[in-house]
């Protein structure tokens, strides 16, 4: 039997789970909209999500800004065919910002060249002038080989 990689990356971190279960559901919220934005290739929707101050490091450790993440976007540098994003933990970070961290599974081109991509990552929002914008991302890509059934 085949099992999911990114089941087996959470199978047994119940310790990774946030016991503010409020707090988890936005932040699981805020993911799932911006896991549609990236899917329905909206940029300006997806310009008003992400904060003037973002840092996007991708899993490849490539790093963009929000200008410099939004025109790739924009001219097809990356096309997000798939995004399923799990969130499994969130912190308060003050009274206007938490961090989550959870799994991700992207089908993405980048260049034009397909990429399936499962990766753990951390994402930090923040409210701005009353709406939650994304301020940092990081995710690195998650080893799936040699994941075997417990």
Known sequence: ???DPVDALVAG????MSDNADLLRLASD?????????????A????????????????TGLLDDKNS????????????????????SARELGERAFQAAGVLRLLVL???????????????WRQEDGAWRLVGHQATTAPTEGIEES
């Open 30 to 42: 805020l993911e799932a909209r911006r896991a549609a934005l990236l899917v329905s290739g909206d």
């Open 69 to 88: 993440f939004i025109e790739k976007f924009r001219n097809g540098t990356f096309v997000f065919r798939s995004v399923d994003a799990r969130v499994q």
């Open 110 to 124: 980048v260049d034009g060249v397909q990429r399936p991509i499962v990766a753990v990552y951390l994402v930090v």
């Open 1 to 3: 039997m085949t099992v």
């Open 13 to 16: 971190k119940e310790w990774l």
């Open 44 to 59: 300006d929707a997806l310009a008003g999500l992400l904060s003037e101050e973002l840092y996007y490091a991708h899993s």
